[in-house]
């Protein structure tokens, strides 16, 4: 008996609205530029459409902002965008993209730029339903208040009958709380065959995308609807919707995070970004921020108050509280990096200790070497940076600046209060400052002429 192969998936591609005014927002911001977890909106919807597995994605943008298309565009190259102008409604927006798609054959799937909980499994059942015989899938949530959707009717099955926008719904339909996300997916061919018939004889005189549903099943074609949770399509249009985002996606990543063994005392005081990847058996402890570029191995402890951004924290390694790590800071296992101290591209070798009041900027730190409280890499003359390396099991003496370019050898010290502009060799002491002097009574005499001074005061007062 010949076992038939598995029927490999048609080519996909998505379309993304990103041509709304955004208004809402009140910023100078484009809205879709606007970031969750550190990441933009529209960056968001091009992971969600580039882990659909999309060979092809086209970004419907507005003549209004050209700061969107010029981001597209460079994530995704010069022929990723298309302008609708004038706006005239989603139908109108996907139609946009038809001549960019001429050339494709495959599943197309209409998603939103401001919809950044939206995310490739989310989607995905659109088109398991178009493999199994759907000629157009729509994503559909059930609403706890559907005031301002627009409404599924369904037969049995899940079968899509047609979607009724808020303004053209009639009382009874508005008593429906299955509502439309507005995601919809068909294939090429069929989309925009069935657009090229939308009319926009409605209330706002707009091309609705979702009348293509109504067309498809006067033709006998078959729509139907999967379901996701209201959260997971949550648009965003004010400030208020994309908070209430941001913390539906720290949420779910810092559950998903402890489910893999991440210690959190109080996980709702962490901040996440998109990227944070830390491993089980890390402990973060309250009140940390993580910006984007972060890895933290096992065993490690991000102690309260930590900022990290664009670093890496190695295994058993002890960062904070208030310690900040900037860009490039790699930081060894069983490190320690403490209170007050800054680290900013520099590599710190296993084991070594800043335990507290120090900068550290653009070098390295060997193994075991330790750094004493107050040390400053001086790294910028106000034009260049330059680099300070601090060899292996060196000890750098508390207020120290060393002045790069320059090197503590292996096992060498500086001493405490100490400027360094030379490099130190290798088992060396480095000193470079005053003699102390002592001028015996001093103290005493300089007390006695300050305390006759207050009493002549006194005297001239009374």
């Not at 484009?30 to 970004?59: F, M, N």
């Not at 900013?344 to 335990?355: D, H, L, P, Y």
Request: hydrophobic share 45%.
């Amino acid at each position: 008996m010949t076992v038939p192969a598995p029927k490999s998936p048609r080519p996909r591609a998505a379309v993304i609205l990103a041509a709304g005014q955004g208004t809402r927002m009140k910023s100078p911001t484009p809205k879709v530029l606007h970031k969750l977890a550190g990441r933009t909106l529209l960056d968001h919807a091009i992971d969600a459409a580039q882990g659909l597995g999309c060979e092809r994605i086209v970004v419907v943008v507005g003549a209004h902002s050209p700061q969107v298309g010029e981001s597209v565009r460079k994530r995704l190259g010069p022929h990723a965008t298309v302008v609708q102008d004038p706006p005239l409604g989603t139908g109108h927006a996907v139609l946009a993209a038809k001549e960019a798609l001429a050339d494709f054959e495959g599943d197309v799937v209409v998603t939103y730029a401001d919809c950044p909980l939206t995310t490739a499994p989310v989607i995905a059942p659109l088109f398991d339903l178009i493999s199994n015989g759907a000629h157009v899938a729509v994503l559909g949530f059930e609403a706890q208040n559907p005031t301002g959707y627009g409404r599924l009717i369904l037969a049995p099955g899940h079968v899509l009958l047609r979607i009724v926008e808020e303004k053209e719904a009639d009382l009874a339909t508005k008593q429906v709380k299955h509502c439309n996300s507005g995601v919809l997916a068909a294939d090429r061919a069929v989309l925009f065959d069935l657009l090229a018939n939308v009319r926009n004889d409605n209330a706002k005189g707009e091309y609705y995308l979702t009348d293509v549903v109504g067309l498809a099943h006067e033709r006998h074609l078959s729509t139907r609807a999967a379901f996701a949770p209201e959260a997971s399509v949550q648009g965003v249009n004010a400030q208020t919707e994309l908070a209430a985002a941001e913390a539906v996606w720290q949420q779910n990543r810092r559950k998903a995070l402890m489910i893999e063994g991440v210690t959190m005392p109080a996980p709702e005081t962490v901040h996440l970004a998109w990227d944070t990847q830390i491993a089980g058996g890390a402990v973060v402890e309250p009140f940390v921020v993580f910006g984007p570029g972060v890895s933290v191995a096992s065993g490690a402890v991000i102690k309260a108050f930590s900022h990290l951004e664009g670093a890496s924290v190695g295994e058993g390694a002890l960062i904070g509280p208030y310690a900040r790590l900037r860009p490039g800071a790699e930081i060894g296992a069983e490190a320690h990096i403490g209170n007050f101290v800054e680290v900013k591209k520099v590599k710190v070798g296993a084991g070594a200790k800043a335990n507290h009041l120090s900068y550290l900027g653009d070098g390295s730190v060997g193994e075991k070497a330790n750094i004493g409280a107050g040390t400053i890499f001086c790294n910028y003359d106000g034009f260049d940076k330059f680099e300070t390396h601090v060899g292996k099991g060196a000890f750098i003496g508390s207020n120290s600046a060393l002045v790069a370019p320059v090197r503590v050898g292996d096992g060498a010290m500086t001493g405490s209060g100490s400027v360094i502009t030379k490099d130190v060799e290798d088992g060396a002491l480095a000193l470079s400052r005053a003699d102390q002097t002592s001028k015996a009574g001093w103290a005493t005499k300089f007390r006695a002429i300050k305390q006759a001074q207050k009493d002549k005061k006194k005297d001239k007062k009374a």
